[in-house]
């Protein structure tokens, strides 16, 4: 934290972003984050913020998590020659959900690098928070396209957190399940997955609130399974307990916050009915105990309130006041007729009952108790201080690598350092 007490944000930023397209009709837009950036620095809310520009990590820095001849089919496949690898691409799941289309593995290495360079930073004690909102792409798996997803940046980032950190917390709050985050996190007790989504007959269909991890990770993947029609008055009161739970007992010294915005009211592809207000609390709250956070983007396909969302959350994590009357920037024309920082929710009816939301608190809130508590912490106003807990299963090595050097930067660098998951 910086001499005057105030945390030193980092943004992750590269204007390549929004040039890539999945094809015609496809919901997701990587466009999204270039308007986000737009309403950002039209807000002027980057004066506040370390702006960073990320270097490429090297497709051997992506082999840490996935497998190698997956990284290297991403590498060779293009619209071009893509007729010669018909077998492959059933194989990775490359196809309708996840297509080919110009530039992909540019693509990946673009948002998954924000993801380690900023994970880099949090390591180095250079930044309190971090923002990449082209991150959380949290479903794709060690050999496997999914759901929009070709690496998984969050795997990536937090396995650059476990060189520092011997518990490191993911929270997911995209509609989604975060189902490829869980699955490369299940059996090991240094990283707790939390994820809030929509269950049922519902994309990927994973998540159910037994779903509690295997072997030494049992306990600590934390699943709360939800209907539609979620609204922030229900998100807040089932989001804070266990969240406050899992701070209690895990006690994280990093955190990662995956935002997905197809959680808000009127997504094309989503059935909750959250209001900005309702999915930045969740934001406000992680903050609120202090510890160095990851925040990554996600989720999120009606093009005009992404930028809304994740515009605000920026502001909540600056402790900035932005008007609800949005700036002019180069996207104006896309939040008529209001134009308006704030959408207002819709009518729909929240499935969610208040005895099915207490009785699943109770059931995750029992499960935290089971897990070994994280001996002599002490958790006051937020804040933590933690001791190393047994059954560490993940190995680090030594070694360099060139996977965060020298960022294209306004201000400051990082370094990297190579690690991989213990088979």
């Known amino acids: 934290m910086s001499a005057s007490g105030k945390k030193r944000v980092s943004y992750f930023y590269d204007a390549e972003i929004g040039n890539y397209h ?42 840490r998590f996935h497998s190698d001849d997956y990284v290297n089919f991403l590498r060779t496949i293009t619209p071009d020659n893509m007729t010669e ?3 492959q691409l059933a194989r990775f799941n490359v196809g309708e959900d996840c297509p080919v289309f110009d530039g992909l593995f540019e693509f990946t290495q673009l948002y998954t690098s924000g993801s380690i360079g900023g994970a880099a930073r949090l390591n180095s004690n250079q930044s309190d928070i971090v923002i990449n909102w082209s991150g959380g792409l949290h479903h794709a798996k060690k050999a496997e396209a999914s759901g ?39 059996a090991t007790s240094r990283v707790m997955t939390c994820s809030f989504h929509k269950f049922g007959e519902y994309f990927p269909g994973t998540g ?9 990770g049992k306990g600590y993947s934390i699943n709360f399974p939800l209907n539609d029609g979620m609204d922030d008055e229900s998100f807040e009161k089932v989001f804070r307990p266990v969240i406050g739970k899992i701070m209690e007992r895990f006690a994280p010294t990093a955190i990662v ?7 808000l009211s009127g997504d094309r592809l989503g059935c909750f009915n959250l209001s900005l207000k309702g999915h930045a609390s969740c934001v406000s709250y992680v903050k609120s105990f202090g510890v160095p956070t990851l925040v990554l983007g996600g989720g999120g396909y009606t093009l005009r309130n992404v930028p809304r969302c994740w515009t605000y959350e920026t502001s909540v994590l600056l402790d900035a006041e932005i008007k609800d009357c949005l700036p002019y920037n180069d996207y104006y024309e896309y939040f008529g007729p209001d134009y308006r920082l704030h959408m207002p929710t819709s009518n729909m009816t929240n499935l969610n009952s208040q005895k099915y939301c207490e009785e699943t608190t109770i059931k995750l809130l029992n499960i935290l108790d089971d897990i070994e508590a994280v001996p002599g912490v002490a958790v006051e106003s937020g804040g933590l201080n933690g001791q190393t807990p047994k059954g560490m299963d993940i190995e680090e090595e030594g070694g360099q690598d060139d996977g965060g050097k020298g960022d294209d930067k306004r201000e400051g660098k990082k370094g990297d350092l190579k690690t991989e998951m213990a088979k």
Do not use: W
């Open 85 to 87: 690898f018909s077998r």
């Open 257 to 263: 916050l995956q935002c997905g915005a197809d959680s």
């Open 208 to 216: 159910d609130v037994l779903d509690v991890g295997i072997d030494k």
């Open 148 to 186: 929009f997803c070709y690496i998984n940046d969050c795997v990536l980032a937090i396995l650059e957190l476990l060189k520092k950190h011997q518990r490191v917390l993911y929270i997911d709050i995209d509609i989604h399940h975060g189902d490829g985050v869980e699955e490369a996190f299940y």
């Open 22 to 63: 999945y094809g015609q009709g496809h919901p997701m837009k990587p466009h999204r984050v270039r308007m986000t950036h737009n309403l950002v620095v039209n807000y002027g809310l980057y004066r506040n913020l370390e702006v960073y520009r990320p270097k490429l990590v090297s497709h051997t820095n992506l082999t």
